[in-house]
């Protein structure tokens, strides 16, 4: 069983910026393949981004590239979302899941966090 736990989001006015942080248990973290999702009210999960184990690979959903970065560090088995430039539609659940193989779509990540929220002011 890997534990996935999210931290850092918070209140923010547009324009603003916010890093989510992921940690995920285990020996194996560089094996794991990370992945970000979010959920906004009344609107379908979406996958913002991934990366891959090795750090080779990574995506990012169309309305965030330019202004989100996803990144990891596999010696503090913590995985990243950097995002600036922030605006209100990227209110939302934030959700940070695992999986075996580097992935758009979410039923092949097999370990999920609580999520965290992050609301994003005008």
């Known amino acids: 069983q890997v534990q996935v736990v999210e931290s850092g989001g918070g209140l923010v006015q547009v324009g603003g910026s916010l890093r989510l942080s992921c940690t995920a248990s285990?020996?194996?973290?560089?094996?794991?393949?990370m992945g970000w999702f979010r959920r906004a009210p009344g609107k379908d999960q979406e996958l913002v981004a991934a990366i891959s184990g090795d750090t080779l690979n990574t995506y990012l959903e169309d309305t965030v590239k330019g202004r989100f970065t996803i990144s990891r560090d596999n010696a503090k088995n913590t995985v990243y979302l950097q995002m600036n430039s922030l605006k209100p539609e990227d209110t939302a659940v934030y959700y940070c899941a695992v999986s075996k193989r580097f992935s758009r779509r979410s039923h092949e990540y097999d370990y999920w966090g609580q999520g965290t929220q992050v609301t994003v002011s005008s």
């Open positions: 285990g020996r194996t973290f560089s094996r794991y393949h």
